[in-house]
């Protein structure tokens, strides 16, 4: 059964990097399976960040695409997030999350978030 | 972007009732949305898939239909576990995620 793990820190100053890892056990992140980063405001939906592929291939929201990073490392199983400048709208909850490309793809194996708060 | 409107935003309920969240694209999406259910603190947990198909282990209670621009949720015969909120997810164009529609205990 593969799970998901969330780490990183939890508060990040105004301007800063966020920066979150997301660990990957009971299976391989080689699989044919993108991985995703999503997140939540306190208190309102879900916004979907980017994903990234084994290869390294990544999509990234538009929205979020000249401040985000997404990578991977497949030695240690793990992908990762990079956004910065990071600013008080960027806290929330970080979910890392496994797509299933099935018939039309859907996020099925969610991590159980992260709570990061920008704040000085 | 494709646009996800759910509605209603809020919805009270008894148990036993049987209660429908329905989930409006921007654009034709064909039958690319999927279901999930969020209980506070929690993460998002996958219902429903390509609009109809039930993900496995997911009560048989819970039903979706729809396709092109207008999708709908059915939960029947209301149990005290289903109280959560709920979200349509459009995977068509990137992703984007309806705003959600928090069931409430009547």
């Known amino acids: 059964q593969v799970q998901l793990q969330e780490s990183g820190p939890g508060l990040v100053k105004p301007s800063g990097t966020l920066s979150l890892t997301c660990a990957v056990s009971?299976?391989?992140?080689?699989?044919?399976?993108?991985w995703s980063w999503v997140r939540q405001p306190p208190g309102k939906g879900l916004e979907w960040i980017g994903e990234?592929?084994?290869?390294?291939?990544?999509t990234y929201n538009p929205s979020l695409t000249s401040r985000v990073t997404i990578s991977v490392d497949k030695s240690k199983n793990h992908f990762s997030l990079n956004l910065t400048p990071v600013t008080a709208a960027d806290t929330a909850v970080y979910y890392c999350?496994?797509?299933?490309?099935?018939?039309?793809?859907?996020?099925?194996?969610w991590g159980r978030g992260t709570l990061v708060a920008v704040s000085s | 972007d494709i646009q996800m409107t759910q509605s209603p935003s809020s919805l009270s309920a008894s148990v036993g009732d049987t209660v429908t969240i329905t989930c409006r694209a921007s654009?034709?999406?064909?039958?690319?949305v999927n279901w999930y259910q969020q209980k506070p603190g929690k993460a998002p947990k996958l219902l429903i898939y390509?609009?109809?198909t039930l993900q496995s282990g997911v009560p048989s209670r819970f039903s979706g239909s729809g396709s092109g621009t207008d999708f709908t949720l059915t939960i029947s015969s209301l149990q005290p576990e289903d109280f959560a909120t709920y979200y349509c997810h459009q995977t068509y164009n990137t992703n984007t995620f309806g705003q959600g529609t928090k069931l409430e205990i009547k």
């Open positions: 390509a609009a109809s």
């Open positions: 654009q034709s999406i064909i039958t690319y």
């Open positions: 999350a496994r797509w299933n490309t099935g018939r039309v793809g859907y996020f099925d194996i």
């Open positions: 990234i592929y084994h290869s390294g291939s990544t």
């Open positions: 009971g299976g391989s992140i080689d699989s044919s399976h993108w």
